[in-house]
């Protein structure tokens, strides 16, 4: 709807500044509520759903305001159904798509690892601490502190998109996950802890860069389905990587740490040759006036 609306009045080139406004005010909304939420966990269990389900309220009366933007091509009618699949099935076929596809998939994944995997280490650091009944307010806070640095790193994001370049950002964006990967997979100590505040660093480098790109590329009948096909793949790729990484268990209550490293390792190597790759196809798909 963003690209649309911008479109609509002429705009379309302020699509990467406005990305990036959006992904700030929404990181900068995140921070606030982990902290919240941790704080009023501590009182109720119940509270923070309560709460979430009366600012889902707040969300459906904003949706309800929407003006729909103005659509080129095709009416949407009930006929339409073989246009809109092949209009998707070129878009899934066009090699700079995919690269992109592919890119924010392995992106979805490498996101979330630390996420997953990186509990364990909080959780150890406030048992030895004598803090593990804080765990909820330390964990807002380790949460609302890495949607902060988030939002600092957008501040200067597109400055230096248009200094690197579309395709060195995206790519230093993923090898940043990766490297955060890297680090959990060879230390367990306090260290670790500070790389999860920077877990979200490369999403901001990469998101709103990546969907002002795609979507100009895109058609209308298929820009919707196009960005939550992707956004399902990654979900789909990611909870099969789980359930793999799941059979390295040896109990069913949690991972020990040398279970842990040796899925990450394996998550490491596998992201290295997932960037090897990227890069190459990218000097194939990408010329110099793609890539400003």
């Known amino acids: 709807m963003l690209y649309e609306s911008l479109s ?36 109720s269990f119940e509270l923070p759903f309560f709460i ?11 949706a309800l305001a929407f ?28 090699p700079l798509l995919i690269w992109f596809f592919a890119l924010t998939v392995v992106m979805y994944i490498f996101s979330h690892v630390p996420y997953v995997f990186g ?26 502190v890495m949607m902060l640095t988030s939002v600092g790193t957008s501040l200067f994001a597109l400055k230096l998109r ?23 997979t060879l230390t367990n100590e306090m260290l670790a802890i500070a790389v999860l505040l920077l877990r979200m660093v490369p999403n901001s480098l990469s998101k709103p860069f990546i969907s002002a790109h795609i ?8 820009r919707a389905t196009y960005v939550s096909l992707q956004s399902f793949c990654g979900r789909l790729v990611f909870a099969g990587t789980l359930f793999f990484a799941s059979k390295f268990t ?22 290295l040759l997932a960037l090897v790759l990227l890069a190459v196809s990218a000097c194939h798909l990408f010329n110099k006036g793609a890539d400003q």
């Open 250 to 271: 040896s109990t069913e209550s949690q991972m020990s740490y040398s279970e842990i490293q040796a899925v990450l390792g394996w998550y490491s190597i596998c992201g």
């Open 119 to 144: 509990q364990p280490f909080i959780q150890e650091a406030l048992r030895t601490s004598g803090l593990d009944g804080e765990a909820p307010i330390v964990s807002g806070i380790v949460t609302a």
């Open 8 to 43: 609509a009045v002429g705009r379309q080139k302020e699509l990467e500044r406005e990305e990036l406004k959006a992904w700030r005010f929404s990181f900068s909304a995140l921070a606030i509520s982990a902290v919240l939420g941790g704080f009023m966990t501590m009182l």
């Open 215 to 222: 979507q100009p590329l895109l058609d209308d009948m298929s």
């Open 67 to 94: 003006t729909e933007p103005p659509r080129s091509g095709a009416s949407f009618s009930q006929g339409n159904e073989i246009l809109r699949l092949r209009t998707l099935g070129k878009s899934l076929t066009e």
């Open 52 to 62: 979430t389900a009366v600012s889902f309220v707040g969300v459906l009366s904003l």
């Open 162 to 184: 248009k200094k690197l370049g579309l395709t060195a950002i995206l790519l230093t964006a993923f090898s940043i996950q990766i490297a955060l990967v890297i680090v959990l």
